[in-house]
């Protein structure tokens, strides 16, 4: 082999360890983001959880009308409406007893893990 065919190969070489690199260095910076990401979810999920176990006590002596008037200026939500006897004042959800005591508060997108 020549000279000339022995510098390509050792650059084609450095372009690959240096491709292999870069990778490495962007799969290594994504996944800190995906952990930082994932640290941030779960804090804002154990915010939300308590959250919505600290809204029934703190209402228990709210007649019903005045927790979805309260909650529906709060959240700038001009049409709550009843489903399945369940209010939804989006994003929240509240299900009341018989007696027009708040029993339960969830999201519109499913139960709260």
């Given amino acids: 082999m020549n000279r000339h065919h022995v510098g390509v190969i050792v650059i084609l070489i450095l372009l690959l360890v240096g491709s292999n690199g870069w990778w490495m260095y962007r799969a290594l910076d994504q996944a800190?983001?995906?952990k930082y990401t994932e640290m941030s979810l779960?804090?804002?999920l154990a915010s939300l959880q308590a959250a919505l176990r600290a809204i029934?006590?703190?209402s228990a002596e709210l007649p019903r009308g005045e927790i979805i008037t309260r909650v529906a200026i709060a959240l700038n939500e001009p049409q709550p409406f009843?489903?399945?006897s369940v209010m939804?004042?989006?994003p929240l959800t509240f299900r009341f007893d018989a007696r027009g005591k708040l029993h339960e508060v969830g999201t519109i997108y499913g139960?709260?893990?």
């Fill in 82 to 84: 009843e489903k399945d």
């Fill in 32 to 34: 800190s983001i995906n």
């Fill in 88 to 90: 939804v004042i989006a």
């Fill in 111 to 113: 139960p709260v893990p």
């Fill in 56 to 58: 029934p006590p703190l």
């Fill in 42 to 44: 779960d804090y804002r």
